[in-house]
């Protein structure tokens, strides 16, 4: 806890936290702070402009831009999010299990992540989607079964470097079960790369499923998702831009709100990297003393 102090004295990590929060609470609460239903077409309000109203105007098919974008925080972020949550579960028990048992059970565990990894992401994804189908649902298995492996060969190298520690070691010689060692002594230890490689994949995983549903393999209509939004508008892309704005503008926010807090977050939970970022800025402020000093000299 002391370590994750370094955040709040990070502005930068502060609003990316604001943002990530602000962006879950209206998913989850959407139905109450959408204005309008999102999937009501309204052919009367084709392409209307903003109003108050309609703060960010109306699409197509006269349908609120605004709500869409808010309820397409549902399939962009929060399931996103929650198929991030069963990769990293499933990565974390058989990077546990091989880090931690070894041997044959690390050999066998690992040559199937192998085999998972020798496959391109993308490529696996268009091949899931093809025998599924497209579809929100068929997206989120796609990125379980990409993700899990990278996540398993991750965390079961940064179980190994403590599993024969001494403490371990002692933990085992006076009779204490594996899942209480791997509870008490291990995960304490191997969350930080946990919690760091899972908040930089989520901004990767935002933009593949925007990717996907822009070229209609995602999410499908009348469904709202950013991507979809995007594909919809691209027709009036040089007539009515503001309709691209939109769904851009919050992929971007989301997208770099994700990335800052990883990076903040890796510099919190990692000393070595915090106390390298703290040398190169003692490095570059003494190199500004010294040209100040240089030039009063001269």
């Known amino acids: 806890m002391t370590r994750l102090k370094h955040l709040r004295n990070d502005p930068l990590a502060m609003i990316s936290i604001v943002i990530i929060l602000f962006t879950i609470i209206c998913g989850i609460f959407a139905p109450y702070i959408a204005p309008h239903d999102p999937e009501e077409v309204n ?79 993308y490529v696996m994804a268009l091949a899931i989607i093809g025998v599924l189908g497209v579809g929100l649902e068929n997206i989120l298995i796609a990125f379980i079964t990409i993700k899990w492996a990278w996540f398993a060969r991750i965390i079961r190298t940064s179980v190994r470097q403590f599993a024969e520690a001494d403490y371990v ?13 791997m509870v008490k002594h291990i995960i304490p230890v191997t969350f930080a790369d946990i919690a760091v490689i899972s908040s930089s994949s989520i901004s990767s995983m935002i933009l593949q499923i925007s990717g996907f549903s822009f070229l209609g393999l995602g999410v499908q209509a009348p469904t709202a998702e ?44 990692d000393p070595s990297t915090q106390e390298k970022k703290k040398n190169v800025k003692g490095n570059y402020l003494l190199k500004r003393r010294l040209n100040r000093h240089e030039s009063t000299q001269a």
């Open 43 to 121: 052919m009367n309000l084709r392409y209307a402009p903003l109003s108050w109203e309609y703060l960010l105007g109306n699409d197509h098919l006269g349908r609120c831009i605004l709500s869409r974008i808010i309820y397409g925080i549902r399939p962009s972020v929060l399931w996103v999010l929650a198929a991030l949550v069963v990769s990293v579960l499933i990565g974390a028990v058989i990077g546990f299990t091989a880090g931690y048992f070894r041997g044959k059970a690390d050999t066998f565990l690992m040559r199937i992540c192998d085999i998972m990894l020798s496959f391109p992401g």
């Open 169 to 181: 070691r002692y933990a085992k010689t006076i009779g204490k079960g594996h899942i209480e060692i």
């Open 226 to 269: 950013w991507g979809m939004m995007l594909n919809e508008a691209r027709e009036v892309m040089f007539t009515r831009p503001e309709l691209l704005l939109a769904p851009g503008v919050a992929i971007i926010l989301v997208v770099m709100a994700f990335n800052f807090f990883s990076d903040a977050l890796q510099i919190a939970l």
